[in-house]
Structure formats: C-alpha cells, structure tokens
C-alpha cells in the first residue's frame, strides 16, 4: 500500500511545497491540515472537488483535518485568478451560502470523531479590530513584498483595473486564518490550488515571525478545462455539487464527455480508484479510447462521491435509456435532466393530437431545414420519435406518443435530440 506523499505524487497532486522534507513528515501521521473554501455561491462545484479529496486522503492517512468556510474572507474576496474586483456580498447572503456548503464539507470526511473540524473564520475575523490586526499582522509584512505575490502583481499590472486596498488585504486575512488554527488547533498544514500559493506562504511567513514555529504549505495543480480556464463558478458551464443545480445525470453526462486528453489526470485527481485501476484504465485508454472506459469509471466514481451509488445506478440506467429504446419508462424527472440539454419547443396540445406529422415536428423543431429535408432523413433511418426508430413519412402524433402525458423526444441521427413540449 502506498504512503500518502507516494499517493500524492503517483496523482500529480504535489504542485509546490514550502519544504523539500514536507513528503517525509506527510508519511508520519499526527499532522492538522486545513483548506479554506469560498462561500460566494450557494453550492460549491467540481473545482472544489479536488480539495475536498485531498482533505479526505489525508484523513485516511491518520491525520487531522479541517475544513474552514470563509465567512469573513468570503466579505472581502480573494483577489487570486481575478481580473476585476469581486462583486461585494452582504452578510445575510453569505451567511446563507454557509447554511448551503456546510454539509457539502462535511460529507467528504469521517465526522465520527472530534479530530474532524468545521470552521468558519468570521468567528474570529469579526472579534479583532482594525488597530489590533495591523499592530499583531500588518506590521509583520512590507508593502513590497505584498505587490510582490503573484495574485496582486497581475493586478498591478493592469492599470486600468489595478486593485482596492481591501482585496489587497486579503492575503494578510488568509494569514491570520493560518495563524488562528495554529494557536487554537494546532494546525501546522496549509493546502490549496496552485493559485494560493502566495497568500498560504505569507501565513507560513506570519506563524514564523510570530512564534518560531515550523509549519507548512503545499499546493495541488489547478483543474482547468481543455481551454486552459479554471473549473469554477464565475466560468461557464459550471457544475455544482448541490442536486438541485445541477441534477446527478447532467454531472454524470459531464465526466462521460471528459475529452481523451484530459481523463487520466481526473482519474488521479477526484477518484479513490486504485493506482492499478487507474494504470489499467490509463492502458485501456491508450488502446480502445472509443469504448470511453475511463471517462465511465471517472463519471461513475464521481457521481457516487458526491450523491450516492443509488444515483449513479439511476445515470447509467438513463444514460444508456437516452440512445436506446426506453426512454418512455424513465420518470418524468429523470426525463427532464437527460434532456436538460436539448432544445425545447412549445406546441398547442390540440395541435399535437390534430393530425401533426413527424415532417411537421422535424420542420418546425428545426431538425430538418424543410418538409423535403425531413422526408429524406425518416427514408434514411434518421428519424427517431422517443428514441424509436422512424420509417412512414406520413407519420401522425397522438396521445400514446406523449410521454407522462406532455413531452415528445425526436431526435435526428444519432446526437441531435429536441423535446417537444404540449402547451
């Protein structure tokens, strides 16, 4: 079995680290180790998966871990991967978003046990005054060293935009995070994306100058899409840990599409499959990349991480009901998200039930360019009405065809899927 710094590094999980020795000490259980997570939303997302899992691989390698909500930090906003300020959240919000996250952090840890923490840092940001944190914190840090961070410099560097003093001041707040932890839990870890790797040693730096003692940081890579953007909320196509935002099936149909370059790297990051499950999915890839074996085992472990095996058995019943016959027996709301996609059109129910044709719907859906395009695409076996095949292009709709009682599902070939709506 491997040790944990050897899991860490056989995931690429090791981005930086304030010392060289840390993987030595990761091996020796007895270490507290926190991450901070931002409550601008009222879920978190897939970006903060790998975080969570990281905390999760060091709790099962005997150390103690502790995840911080940032309802203070959260009022400031982390400058880091931003070009403009952040939009300000009152605290009603964001002490509502807390409500939201709070269970999505402790779901991904063993909570049997007091060794297990859930923290907000408003609980001692709001107690300390401003002439109090800049004797005790600001004193300890000069100005060029704070532009100096990678998080500001960039800022800087736009001068159009530059940077408030408040968002300045955020790293100086992480620090002092760090420093809490310390004094009151004895934390001596830091983890984050590689895009903290700036405010986690300035809180390195502060616990140091303050008391001498010798804690550290460590930073994992990024999870970025393909475009080279960062999974995360304020990006498009977010997908969000919290059901009601994004359903299982559209997470699950998410990973599926994981493109051939990327999935391995997943595999590490967010799975706790096997090294040798991951190497013969790695294999498998490299040789059969049409079956999508990996893409499956990444979907499926992703899914029952995060909702539950039950759901992940319900993802690969729709999806496969989505390309084959039985789609008429999935519950309207699986019937929704494995269309959640599609487009939709309106059609008066008379209407429907009146004498429309399968041409008619393929034209008005806009799946067939004309009544011409759609006779040469039923001819052609292109043609699908809730996912059967189509062969009469004098096809008529009636109520047997509308799914509980107000849906249609046409498709054109084997993707183009378009859900007609009785209004």
Same mark, same amino acid.
């Given at each position: 079995?491997?040790?944990?710094?050897?899991?860490?590094?056989?995931?690429?999980?090791?981005?930086?680290?304030?010392?060289?020795?840390?993987?030595?000490?990761?091996?020796?259980?007895?270490?507290?180790?926190?991450?901070?997570?931002?409550?601008?939303?009222?879920?978190?997302?897939?970006?903060?998966?790998?975080?969570?899992?990281?905390?999760?691989?060091?709790?099962?390698?005997?150390?103690?871990?502790?995840?911080?909500?940032?309802?203070?930090?959260?009022?400031?906003?982390?400058?880091?991967?931003?070009?403009?300020?952040?939009?300000?959240?009152?605290?009603?919000?964001?002490?509502?978003?807390?409500?939201?996250?709070?269970?999505?952090?402790?779901?991904?840890?063993?909570?049997?046990?007091?060794?297990?923490?859930?923290?907000?840092?408003?609980?001692?940001?709001?107690?300390?005054?401003?002439?109090?944190?800049?004797?005790?914190?600001?004193?300890?840090?000069?100005?060029?060293?704070?532009?100096?961070?990678?998080?500001?410099?960039?800022?800087?560097?736009?001068?159009?935009?530059?940077?408030?003093?408040?968002?300045?001041?955020?790293?100086?707040?992480?620090?002092?995070?760090?420093?809490?932890?310390?004094?009151?839990?004895?934390?001596?870890?830091?983890?984050?994306?590689?895009?903290?790797?700036?405010?986690?040693?300035?809180?390195?730096?502060?616990?140091?100058?303050?008391?001498?003692?010798?804690?550290?940081?460590?930073?994992?890579?990024?999870?970025?899409?393909?475009?080279?953007?960062?999974?995360?909320?304020?990006?498009?196509?977010?997908?969000?840990?919290?059901?009601?935002?994004?359903?299982?099936?559209?997470?699950?149909?998410?990973?599926?599409?994981?493109?051939?370059?990327?999935?391995?790297?997943?595999?590490?990051?967010?799975?706790?499959?096997?090294?040798? @499950? *991951?190497?013969? $999915?790695?294999? =498998? /890839?490299?040789?059969?990349?049409?079956?999508? &074996?990996?893409?499956? #085992?990444?979907? +499926?472990?992703?899914?029952?991480?995060?909702?539950?095996?039950?759901?992940?058995?319900?993802?690969?019943?729709?999806?496969?009901?989505?390309?084959?016959? @039985? *789609?008429?027996? $999935?519950?309207? =709301? /699986?019937?929704?998200?494995?269309?959640?996609? &599609?487009?939709?059109? #309106?059609?008066? +129910?008379?209407?429907?039930?009146?004498?429309?044709?399968?041409?008619?719907?393929?034209?008005?859906?806009?799946?067939?360019?004309?009544?011409?395009?759609?006779?040469?695409?039923?001819?052609?076996?292109?043609?699908?009405?809730?996912?059967?095949?189509?062969?009469?292009?004098?096809?008529?709709?009636?109520?047997?065809?509308?799914?509980?009682?107000?849906?249609?599902?046409?498709?054109?070939?084997?993707?183009?899927?378009?859900?007609?709506?009785?209004?």
């Amino acid at each position: 079995m491997p040790t944990l710094s050897e899991d860490l590094a056989f995931r690429g999980l090791i981005h930086q680290m304030t010392d060289s020795e840390l993987p030595k000490r990761l091996d020796q259980p007895g270490l507290t180790v926190y991450a901070g997570f931002d409550p601008s939303a009222d879920s978190l997302h897939v970006g903060n998966l790998l975080q969570l899992c990281t905390l999760r691989r060091f709790q099962e390698a005997g150390h103690r871990p502790i995840s911080l909500a940032g309802g203070g930090t959260g009022m400031i906003g982390d400058p880091g991967g931003k070009e403009d300020e952040r939009q300000l959240l009152d605290l009603e919000t964001i002490e509502g978003h807390l409500e939201s996250i709070r269970p999505q952090l402790g779901q991904f840890l063993d909570l049997e046990n007091d060794r297990t923490l859930l923290l907000n840092n408003v609980d001692w940001l709001s107690r300390i005054s401003v002439l109090e944190f800049l004797r005790d914190v600001g004193k300890h840090f000069t100005v060029n060293q704070m532009v100096a961070k990678e998080s500001v410099k960039t800022r800087f560097e736009r001068p159009d935009q530059g940077i408030s003093y408040t968002e300045f001041s955020y790293m100086l707040l992480q620090a002092y995070d760090f420093l809490r932890l310390h004094f009151d839990h004895g934390c001596n870890l830091q983890i984050g994306g590689s895009d903290q790797w700036g405010n986690i040693t300035v809180g390195v730096d502060l616990i140091r100058k303050v008391c001498g003692d010798e804690v550290w940081g460590l930073t994992t890579p990024l999870i970025l899409k393909p475009d080279g953007t960062k999974y995360g909320k304020t990006e498009t196509g977010t997908v969000w840990l919290d059901p009601a935002r994004t359903s299982p099936f559209t997470m699950y149909q998410f990973f599926v599409n994981t493109p051939d370059e990327q999935v391995c790297e997943l595999l590490r990051y967010l799975t706790f499959l096997s090294h040798d @499950e *991951i190497e013969a $999915l790695d294999a =498998e /890839m490299a040789e059969h990349p049409q079956r999508r &074996a990996a893409q499956k #085992a990444l979907a +499926r472990s992703v899914v029952a991480l995060v909702h539950g095996e039950a759901e992940v058995t319900k993802c690969e019943e729709a999806s496969e009901a989505l390309f084959g016959e @039985e *789609i008429a027996g $999935l519950s309207e =709301e /699986m019937l929704l998200a494995v269309t959640e996609d &599609a487009p939709t059109t #309106a059609i008066p +129910r008379d209407e429907i039930l009146g004498g429309l044709t399968l041409v008619d719907v393929l034209e008005r859906t806009g799946l067939a360019k004309s009544k011409g395009e759609a006779k040469r695409t039923i001819d052609q076996g292109g043609a699908y009405l809730n996912n059967v095949r189509q062969t009469d292009a004098g096809r008529t709709l009636g109520p047997a065809d509308l799914l509980h009682n107000r849906y249609v599902v046409v498709r054109k070939g084997r993707r183009e899927v378009h859900v007609v709506r009785a209004a």
